[in-house]
């Protein structure tokens, strides 16, 4: 195997991988802020300039995979969008790789289906009675029977990667990745076409993509190693989800290059020192900072055994920021990002907690609801609020524009076939007065009053999933008991939150807002960082802050997983923490919610994570 140290030489190295005759595959696997993302795109853009005309020849291209549609974006963006090069995310790669192959889907998902009902007949012949689990299975058996049932009238799948798949013929986003792994080990020809179509293939953020698709990707390059090269990104610290692959990168064989990145170009000195404190105790992976800056890194230590204003706290600790830092804007929301391991968090937090749970409570909207897609949601966000701002600034060439491209009262054909055409234009300029008239009697109308004006003048079509809200006479308000459909109860309450509130929740999902989460900022770097802990707050029990902080003792499971040599719960909450505190370009807060503030004080010194002086207990 290689080891090469500096960045020009990790380049060649790679670039040397690329070589379309004689191609490897490598394996780069570095530190937070080590400049991989940096270096797939130039090794990119040198690669384009000497095999552009080859891979056009041959209709090959070559296939970047990345984990969010924001990574895809700015990597395409990065390559100036040149078609030479396919960036997508694992999704939507595995779903156009299989979607033509509909009888082997079918075949494969007929499998799987008829093993998961017999692993639930299984469980619910074993399982404890009246429990929920209990409760739940014979519905799951039931609908996946009757799915089984209705597979062979289904003409072609169909699939979404962004939003919801409930039809009774599209897949869901698990069974994409399943079937996509499943096809690639048992089918040569479609590992041919993969190749074919892409001589080379890399998967950044490689640790969290599925191990079994992962997989499949290794079992292509073994069988095609001349023809095909793979390489991988990614830092098994950043592990974030449960499905990636464990200790990926173990036992490569030989060929694989593996290039080392030792420096950490993001981060200030402080905050590199702090990292590699929280990444000691896993492995060997220790980084330099390039940066001259020694930057700033302190923890705040709320006591929650006592009430506590949380925001106040922030609030303080941002002010305590600007004075450590001299950097007045840490004083500015919108200057620092603020991490919350959970939505609800970033949702209290930010102000729309009231729309955001509301929709969060019913499964089937969960996806929706996060990236923005629901209709319920896209009614509000494309029409309605693009349409108020314009109003506000009284832009009325973007006001004409939005009408035009979406008011039923603006069709051609109502215009053509209409004998007064003033008139016509002059319902619409009314609709849109007495929308905007809500803004005048209350400055900020909820939204199910915006709802039933628009309903009533017509100005936009209200969507399916509103339909009912918005038709609905005061008299139909008692509903039988009982006689509650879970999607409209939670559109119910959504929609008697305020016209700010939605603005607040838009925001955030197109992450223009001071607020974002643990997880999903992977990848990403902020000049000023706060990491929000606080375990009280979350529901999940996959992480831990307090017990990573040594505020609680491990559980006697952690224990047991720990001795069998399987990873904690502290074990994932420590590669979070990572992840997040890696984020920082200059300066970073911590601020840990506990109702054992001194130890959580001692393990901190102990650790050697902070001194004494930079650590502020309320
Ligand atoms: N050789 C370099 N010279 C100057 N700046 C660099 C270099 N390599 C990386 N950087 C900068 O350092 C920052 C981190 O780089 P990049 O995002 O590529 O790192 P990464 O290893 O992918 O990070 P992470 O794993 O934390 O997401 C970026 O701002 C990038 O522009």
């Excluded at 291209?61 to 395409?76: H, S």
């Excluded at 970033?346 to 749970?357: D, V």
Aim: proline content about 3%; aromatic content about 8%.
């Amino acid at each position: 195997m290689t080891d090469v140290i500096d960045t020009k030489t990790v380049d060649d190295e790679i670039y040397n991988c690329l070589d379309l005759d004689k191609p490897k595959s490598f394996f780069l696997f570095a530190g937070a802020g080590s400049g991989k993302t940096r270096s797939l795109v130039e090794v990119l853009k040198r690669f384009r300039e000497n095999n552009i005309h080859r891979l056009r020849t041959n209709a090959q291209r070559v296939a970047i995979i990345t984990y969010t549609n924001a990574a895809c974006d700015e990597i395409k963006r990065r390559l100036e969008f040149d078609p030479a090069f396919s960036v997508s995310t694992i999704h939507s790669f595995a779903w156009e790789l299989i979607r033509p192959h509909t009888h082997d889907i079918k075949s494969l998902l007929r499998v799987f289906l008829q093993k998961d009902v017999e692993a639930l007949e299984l469980a619910q012949s074993k399982g404890r009675t009246g429990s929920k689990a209990a409760e739940d299975r014979p519905k799951q058996i039931a609908s996946k029977r009757k799915r089984l049932e209705s597979l062979s009238t289904v003409r072609k799948f169909t699939y979404n990667p962004n939003g919801e798949n409930s039809s009774r013929d599209s897949l869901n986003h698990a069974e994409v990745i399943a079937l996509t792994a499943e096809l690639l080990s048992i089918r040569p020809l479609l590992q041919t076409v993969l190749i074919r179509k892409f001589p080379v293939l890399l998967l950044d953020e490689s640790q969290d993509t599925k191990k079994e698709l992962i997989e499949a990707l290794f079992a292509v390059q073994r069988t095609h190693k001349d023809q095909f090269s793979l390489g991988l990104f990614g830092d098994t610290m950043q592990r974030i989800y449960m499905d990636g692959k464990e200790n990926l990168g173990l036992a490569l064989p030989d060929d694989w290059v593996t290039p080392k990145k030792i420096y950490n170009y993001r981060c200030p000195r402080r905050v590199v020192k702090l990292i590699n404190k929280i990444r000691e105790e896993v492995d060997k992976n220790q980084q330099e900072p390039v940066k001259k800056s020694e930057g700033f890194a302190r923890l705040f230590i709320a006591d929650t055994s006592q009430s506590i204003d949380k925001s106040a706290f922030e609030e303080m600790a941002c002010q305590k920021m600007a004075e450590f830092t001299s950097d007045e804007l840490w004083m500015e929301p919108k200057e620092n990002k603020a991490l919350t391991l959970e939505h609800h968090m970033a949702a209290q937090r930010g102000g729309f907690s009231n729309f955001f749970n509301a929709l969060h409570g019913v499964d089937k909207l969960k996806t929706g609801l996060l990236d923005g897609t629901l209709s319920g949601i896209t009614f509000f966000s494309e029409k309605v609020l693009p349409l108020i701002s314009s109003l506000e600034v009284n832009n009325q060439f973007s006001v004409s524009r939005i009408l035009h491209k979406n008011s039923p009262l603006m069709l051609k054909e109502k215009f053509e076939n209409s004998e007064d055409q003033k008139a016509e234009l002059k319902k619409v300029n009314v609709a849109v007065d007495d929308l905007y008239a809500l803004w005048k009697i209350d400055s900020n109308p909820t939204l199910i009053n915006i709802l039933k004006e628009i309903n009533r003048s017509g100005l936009f079509k209200v969507p399916d999933s509103l339909a009912t809200i918005a038709d609905r006479q005061e008299k139909d308000f008692e509903l039988p008991e009982g006689d509650v459909d879970l999607i409209i109860d939670a559109w119910d309450t959504a929609l008697e939150s305020s016209f700010n509130e939605f603005k607040s929740y838009v925001q955030y999902i197109s992450e223009e807002s001071r607020f974002g989460t643990h997880q999903g900022i992977k990848g990403l770097e902020f000049p000023r960082v706060m990491v929000i802990l606080d375990d009280g707050e979350s529901r999940g029990n996959s992480f831990s802050y307090e017990k990573l902080l040594g505020a609680k003792e491990p559980a006697k499971s952690d224990n047991d997983n720990q001795k069998k040599g399987k990873e904690t719960s502290i074990d994932r909450t420590r590669r979070l923490f990572y992840v997040t505190c890696s984020r920082a370009e200059e300066s970073l807060a911590i601020i840990a919610y506990t109702s054992e503030p001194n130890k959580v004080k001692e393990n901190a010194l102990r650790q050697g994570w902070f001194a004494e002086e930079e650590i502020v207990k309320s």
